[in-house]
Antibody
Framework: EVQLLESGGGLVQPGGSLRLSCAASGFTFSSYAMSWVRQAPGKGLEWVSAISGSGGTTYYADSVKGRFTISRDNSKNTLYLQMNSLRAEDTAVYYC???????????????WGQGTLVTVSS | EVVLTQSPGTLSLSPGERATLSCRAS??????LAWYQQRPGQAPRLLIH???SKATGIPDRVSGSGSGTDFTLTISSLEPEDFAVYYCHHYGSSRTFGQGTKVEIK
């Protein structure tokens, strides 16, 4: 059974940094691309970033480009999202999600974690 | 960027009734269209990909259809667990979600 467990969320001041982690199990982690998707309180879903199975190719939404960095450690079956220069509008539940192929290209999201809440506020 | 518009915003129905949810894209998306269900307090769950292909474990009463710019998610007979928010998702050149349709108990 695919399991994705996010951690690292919390309260951070505007301009601060936070690193999210997503521990994966139940599948061969390095064989699948992964994504981060966020959901502001009471709002819809917004795709944030994606990474190929090898980690060699990354993609970002315009809203986070230059501030967020996605990475993965296939030896630890863990996905990361380094978030810098955080803004109030980054406040959201952040979900990690598995894609069905190794390349992050034209993929749906076939498994989701339970999410971790990031609150950016002074 | 492809913009997805879902309608209606809220659908008020009774258990056993048929639910028809619409997702319209601002440009052709070549069936690169998925549907997710999100129950309160839970993560989204994949229902449909490729416009009409069901994910593993999705019941027969759920189906997806459409092509080009117009897609539909149909639940033929609503069960209590179907009352939730549904999102469509384009996973092509841009990765965008619709704003969601809430299916609530009438």
């Amino acid at each position: 059974e695919v399991q994705l467990l996010e951690s690292g969320g919390g309260l951070v001041q505007p301009g601060g940094s936070l690193r999210l982690s997503c521990a994966a199990s139940g599948f061969t982690f390095s064989s699948y691309a992964m994504s981060w998707v966020r959901q502001a309180p009471g709002k819809g879903l917004e795709w944030v970033s994606a990474i190929s199975g090898s980690g060699g190719t990354t993609y970002y939404a315009d809203s986070v480009k230059g501030r967020f960095t996605i990475s993965r450690d296939n030896s630890k079956n863990t996905l990361y999202l380094q978030m810098n220069s955080l803004r109030a509008e980054d406040t959201a539940v952040y979900y990690c999600a598995k894609e069905p192929r190794v390349a992050s290209y034209y993929n749906w999201l076939d498994a989701w974690g339970q999410g971790t809440l990031v609150t950016v506020s002074s | 960027e492809v913009v997805l518009t879902q309608s209606p915003g809220t659908l008020s129905l009774s258990p056993g009734e048929r639910a028809t949810l619409s997702c319209r894209a601002s440009q052709r998306v070549n069936n690169n269209l998925a549907w997710y269900q999100q129950r309160p307090g839970q993560a989204p769950r994949l229902l449909i990909h490729g416009g009409s292909s069901k994910a593993t474990g999705i019941p027969d009463r759920v189906s997806g259809s459409g092509s080009g710019t117009d897609f539909t998610l149909t639940i033929s007979s609503l069960e209590p667990e179907d009352f939730a928010v549904y999102y469509c998702h384009h996973y092509g050149s841009s990765r965008t979600f619709g704003q969601g349709t809430k299916v609530e108990i009438k």
